[in-house]
């Protein structure tokens, strides 16, 4: 079957870095997507990996290993507008996004 | 610039009445449309997805249908509604012909059935 397994909610403080972990098992892989969801609001796209390795876009950085199913999310010097939840969404061998149900960062002062 | 719209944004709805969100995309030629729905604390769920006019892939076996009569446009209706719909509706375009992750979502639809 199709597993996203990411933490349920993490906190951090203002300016800190913190680590948001995805592991993932789908049939077929042709990348990995990130999206920011903040409480009401649509997700917007973050970062895309299909290579391993990383992958910078200024504050945010993903990263990511297809041979151990893993992706990780990392945010530089977070500001109090980062509380959000973060979505890791592998893509199958359908080209169909498959969601995880998110992880809830919780910034604070 | 692309821009997508999609109404109403909440609404509230007695069980057994029909359902009509309505969701169009501008800025672009022959996307990939989607309906997702999101239910509190959960991924999302992929209910519908069209590659163009008149072709519609469902994902889930429901009471709800979905159509797209012109290139730049996405229904999704039923016609009773039940509890278990309630949730956050969102439709979503991406680039035809390319790697169909990068979504493009609305502003949601937030469906509470009574």
């Known amino acids: 079957g199709q597993n996203i397994d990411q933490p349920t909610e993490m906190t951090a403080t203002e300016g800190a870095i913190v680590q948001i972990n995805c592991t993932y098992q789908?049939?077929?892989?042709?990348?990995l997507f990130w999206y920011q969801q903040h409480a009401g609001e649509a997700p917007t796209f973050l970062s895309y990996n299909v290579l391993d390795g990383l992958e910078e876009k200024g504050r945010f950085s993903s990263f990511l290993s297809r041979s151990k199913g893993y992706s990780y999310l990392l945010l530089k010097e977070l500001q109090m507008k980062d509380s959000a939840s973060y979505l890791c969404?592998?893509?199958?061998?359908?080209?169909?996004?498959?969601w995880g149900a998110g992880t809830k960062l919780i910034i604070k002062p | 610039s692309q821009t997508i719209h999609q109404w109403p944004a909440t609404l509230v709805q007695p069980v057994g009445s029909p359902l009509s969100l309505e969701c169009t995309v501008e800025?672009?030629?022959?996307?990939?449309l989607y309906w997702y729905r999101q239910a509190a604390g959960r991924g999302l769920q992929l209910l519908f997805y069209s590659v163009g006019i008149g072709q519609i892939s469902s994902e889930v076996p429901q009471n709800l249908s979905a159509s797209r009569p012109q290139d730049r446009q996405f229904i999704l209706s039923s016609k009773k509604l039940l509890l278990s719909d309630s949730g956050f509706y969102l439709c979503?375009?991406?680039?035809?012909?390319?790697?169909?992750?990068?979504?493009?979502f609305g502003e949601g639809s937030r469906l509470t059935v009574l």
């Open positions: 800025g672009t030629s022959n996307p990939n």
């Open positions: 789908t049939s077929g892989f042709n990348g």
């Open positions: 969404a592998p893509l199958d061998s359908n080209y169909q996004l498959i």
């Open positions: 979503a375009w991406s680039v035809s012909g390319r790697d169909t992750g990068e979504l493009f």
